[in-house]
């Protein structure tokens, strides 16, 4: 009974330390659950003021502390989200803001992660996870 006891324990311990299908991804799927809920606070702070979100020199920073530099915000809430951290990727680096956004015509705005590699481009978790991309916020395959 011991025996088959201690080959449970062995075993399990060799799964903890296992890399396990989708483990990668969970730091992708994370990046991009901090992604989309930076989007959200991004949308609400546009919706109590009056259509203007953050500017680039703004940063991601007037989610959590209301702007002291032009255009101010004309009727700040927030702070619009609660941890922080959801202004990071997996790998700690602060979500890369832009806006306006790129494209034609522009988006609102652009918030990106350079993936664990934080580098731009890249496959699999090195991959970019990028707000204006739908098939970047999907698991690596």
Do not use: C
Not at 90 to 116: H, I, M, N, Q, T
Request: proline share 9%; glycine share 12%; charged share 20%.
């Amino acid at each position: 009974m011991l025996a088959l006891i201690g080959l449970v324990v062995s075993l399990a311990g060799l799964g903890f330390f296992a890399l396990r299908p989708g483990q990668s991804s969970g730091a992708h799927s994370r990046t991009v659950e901090h992604l989309r809920a930076t989007g959200d606070a991004l949308e609400k702070y546009a919706v109590d003021n009056a259509g203007q979100f953050p500017t680039t020199r703004q940063g991601l920073q007037a989610l959590l502390q209301k702007p002291t530099e032009e255009p101010l915000p004309l009727n700040w809430r927030g702070p619009y989200l609660e941890d922080p951290r959801q202004l990071q990727d997996a790998w700690g680096k602060e979500f890369l803001y832009v806006a306006p956004g790129g494209g034609d015509p522009p988006r609102a705005y652009d918030l990106w992660s350079l993936g664990a590699d934080q580098q731009e481009g890249g496959q699999g978790t090195a991959a970019d996870v990028r707000s204006w991309e739908s098939s970047t916020l999907l698991p690596p395959s």
